[in-house]
């Protein structure tokens, strides 16, 4: 049973950071897209950053608009685990954040393509 758990989230001030970890166990990762997500409250959930690894040093990265140049996503593949580091926090970046698996190597950002969630870590950005 593939199971992620998602941990790093909490309160930060407008400007801060903070690195969100996803660790996943069940199933051997290294292959798959990994991804992050998040909803704030009364939005739709939506894309934040996603990676693939294609074998020694090469790893393919994805994101949003929104975060670029802000956040950073990276693996530890040994650990079957995903990370968000997140910086330049703003309080618009307040929200649940999800973090995914897609069972393929083919990089897509719509949330349907990805079977495998956690269970959310809150995030807020206070002013």
């Known amino acids: 049973q593939v199971q992620l758990v998602e941990s790093g989230g909490g309160l930060v001030q407008a400007g801060g950071s903070l690195r969100l970890s996803c660790a996943g166990s069940?199933?051997?990762?290294?292959?798959?897209?990994m991804g992050w997500f998040r909803q704030a409250p009364g939005k739709e959930r939506e894309f934040v950053a996603a990676?693939?690894?294609?074998?020694?040093?090469?790893?393919?990265?994805k994101y949003a608009d929104s975060v670029k140049g802000r956040f950073t996503i990276s693996r530890d593949n040994a650990k079957n685990t995903v990370y968000l580091q997140m910086n330049s926090l703003k309080p618009e970046d307040t929200a649940v954040y999800y973090c995914?698996?897609?069972?393929?190597?083919?990089?897509?950002?719509?949330?349907?393509?990805?079977?495998?969630w956690g269970q959310g870590t809150q995030v807020t950005v206070s002013s």
């Open positions: 995914a698996v897609r069972t393929s190597r083919v990089m897509i950002i719509t949330e349907e393509a990805y079977p495998y």
């Open positions: 069940g199933r051997i990762f290294s292959y798959y897209v």
């Open positions: 990676i693939s690894w294609s074998g020694g040093s090469t790893y393919y990265t």
